[in-house]
T-cell receptor, first 116, second 108 residues
Framework: DAGVIQSPRHEVTEMGQEVTLRCKPI?????LFWYRQTMMRGLELLIY????????DSGMPEDRFSAKMPNASFSTLKIQPSEPRDSAVYFC??????????????FGSGTRLTVV | DAKTTQPNSMESNEEEPVHLPCNHS???????IHWYRQLPSQGPEYVIH???SNVNNRMASLAIAEDRKSSTLILHRATLRDAAVYYC?????????FGTGTRLTIIP
């Protein structure tokens, strides 16, 4: 089991550019979660999918952020256009349940995004 | 919505037991208690979870109060590798929401 795989590990981009973060969940997990972590706000849930369908995107900060899950083994989080305040570590997590109540979540190693 | 309350920080000596407390006074009967930890520069890592009974695994033990309004994560013999932020989360039919956690420092 390779765990949750995120790419890239680090991304530095200029303000206004499009950024795409990628995630491969654990095989057999049917829920996928995108979190963002900053010093000021801690870990925030942005969006989560169940069976490839977006269930709750209330944490997505604004229309510049979008997420897709075209199949059970791949998800993307896109920021267009990027702004310096988007600088953060973005984590992807997957679970066998949408609630995490019983099975819990497995997190990836994160993507550190810096927008200059 | 502060669903759990944890101390901001704790210190412990290496090779001694560590007891990390968590209060969750508004817990419902179906809510699980989860503990995650986040090592420096890594994603959160599952530690343990329970519902009513005390739980043990290779990483830690979880002691849950009889009224379930509080719990304690027990690291039986702390090592330097246990230095991390520890999150206590109660969750039932909802996604995991992380608070600020307890930053554990291990003193050599």
């Amino acid at each position: 089991d390779a765990g949750v795989i995120q790419s890239p590990r680090h991304e530095v981009t200029e303000m206004g550019q499009e950024v795409t973060l990628r995630c491969k969940p654990i095989s057999g997990h049917n829920s996928l979660f995108w979190y963002r972590q900053t010093m000021m706000r801690g870990l925030e849930l942005l969006i989560y999918f169940n069976n490839n369908v977006p269930i709750d995107d209330s944490g997505m900060p604004e229309d510049r952020f979008s997420a897709k899950m075209p199949n059970a083994s791949f998800s993307t989080l896109k920021i267009q256009p990027s702004e310096p305040r988007d600088s953060a570590v973005y984590f992807c997590a997957s679970s066998r349940s949408r609630t995490g109540g019983f099975y819990g979540y497995t997190f990836g190693s994160g993507t550190r995004l810096t927008v200059v | 919505d502060a669903k759990t309350t944890q101390p901001n920080s704790m210190e412990s000596n290496e090779e001694e037991p560590v007891h990390l407390p968590c209060n969750h006074s508004t817990i419902s009967g179906t809510d699980y208690i989860h503990w995650y930890r986040q090592l420096p520069s890594q994603g959160p890592e599952y530690v343990i979870h329970g519902l009513t009974s005390n739980v043990n695994n290779r990483m830690a033990s979880l002691a849950i109060a009889e009224d379930r309004k509080s719990s304690t994560l027990i690291l039986h013999r702390a090592t330097l590798r246990d230095a991390a932020v520890y999150y206590c989360i109660r969750t039932g039919d909802e996604k995991l929401t992380f608070g600020t956690g307890t930053r554990l420092t291990i003193i050599p």
